[in-house]
């Protein structure tokens, strides 16, 4: 079957790995590529209220906290609560331990990651399944989206970190348009309720100077995910991705190209379309709207160029593209989908403060949100 064809591609690019996994577990570690003691880390809050305009959630209002090493454990916790005038209801809580950014190019024997994320969107979009969906059939409908993830990763050299996790999502659909597509699409394309676990698998390979607002380096990313969503079908699926960023210098220290690579793909069999890997919005293809592209493989690329402007200001020029199709036997170069992108950071101690503006032929999307999208 294709979905295991896939699995024994990921891997194998593990299997690869392996080898500097266990050199690296015999090394001595060197004091540079330590974790900091926990007393030598400095205890942070930071606050900010949130107030804000994007195209998809409208005005939006919130607030978000960052606390560090409060319990003396290098620990970090990140809390966002977010309202907005299109519907939005956002709740977000990440408890690291140790921190993402300490972490960074760190050996360490064990990290763990606790996640919720409640999102729930009043108007959420749906313009058909496929690269050639028509912006004019847009409906909209009730999401309501909840996960719970429990991750454990492991810095087995200053470059190399694996991680599994076991995540529960909740899906819930309703409000769909009477006579709309969603309406009568049958369960096994348009589910109303989904709740289900799933496993992944993570191998990272990363060369970046820092998680948050990197200057020089690359990463390499290998995911896979199983899960079955319908006992009842027997219904599973096989999610898979590949991610390839680098940053390099321009001129100065400062001044940072920024590229992003990505494919992925969700295989099995009844896979209902809240499943399906999206393209459009915040994090994708910023000139269109979110959802706006959506099926069972997908590829996408972002290219940014990211100056100073004055003290902790800077701006962003960037290009997105990206592209979706039925299964991976269809990819090809045809087709694709892009947008221009500018945009301002404000660069705090542990977050950025980020608005982008996408232009495409379709749409204008302004975003209001938080850190790099890579």
């Known amino acids: 079957m294709e979905n295991y064809r896939c699995l024994i591609t990921v891997l194998s690019i593990f299997l ?6 266990i050199n690296a577990s015999e090394q001595t570690i060197p004091d540079n590529t330590a974790l900091p003691e926990a007393d030598s880390v400095e205890a942070k809050i930071e606050p900010l209220p949130i107030i804000s305009y994007d195209s998809n959630t409208g005005f939006g209002f919130g607030a978000k ?94 470059s190399l970190v694996g991680r599994f996790s076991i995540k529960y999502d ?61 006992p009842d079908r027997q219904a599973e699926f096989l999610h898979w991705s590949l991610w390839y960023q680098f940053y390099q210098n321009l001129f100065s220290s400062t001044m940072v190209i920024a590229a992003r690579f990505g494919l992925s793909s969700i295989e099995g069999n009844s896979i209902p379309q809240q499943l399906l890997i999206p393209l459009g919005g915040n994090q994708t293809l910023r000139g269109f709207e979110q959802g706006r592209f959506i099926d069972h ?29 039925s299964s991976t036997k269809k990819l090809s170069f045809d087709g694709w989908r892009s947008n221009f992108v500018t945009g301002l950071r404000y660069f705090f101690d542990t977050y950025i403060v980020r608005i982008d503006v996408g232009f495409s032929k379709e749409s204008v999307g302004i975003y209001f949100n938080f850190n790099h999208i890579f």
């Open 170 to 230: 909740r899906v819930v659909s309703l409000g769909f348009e009477s006579g709309g597509s969603l309406e009568t699409l049958p369960p096994s394309e348009n589910a109303p309720y989904l709740s289900f676990f799933s496993f992944n698998l993570n191998m990272t390979y990363d060369k970046r100077d820092s998680y948050l607002h990197p200057l020089k380096g690359m990463v390499a990313q290998a995911d896979i995910r199983w899960a079955r969503f319908d």
């Open 297 to 325: 493989t997908a590829a996408l690329t972002n290219l940014e160029l990211r100056f100073p402007i004055i003290g902790r200001l800077g701006g962003l020029l960037g290009l997105d593209g990206g592209r979706v199709w």
């Open 65 to 158: 906290s960052f606390f560090l090493n409060l319990l003396n454990l290098r620990e970090s916790f990140d809390v966002i609560v977010f309202l907005s005038t299109k519907g939005e209801r956002w709740f977000h809580f990440v408890y690291s331990m140790p921190d993402f950014d300490l972490r960074q190019g760190k050996y360490y024997p064990l990290a763990v990651d606790l996640v919720f994320d409640y999102d729930k969107w009043i108007s959420y979009n749906f313009f058909g399944i496929g690269n050639e969906s028509e912006y004019g059939s847009k409906e909209t409908y009730i999401l309501e989206l909840t996960e719970i993830n429990c991750g454990f990763s492991r810095g087995f050299s200053p």
């Open 16 to 21: 690869l790995f392996f080898p500097p996994i």
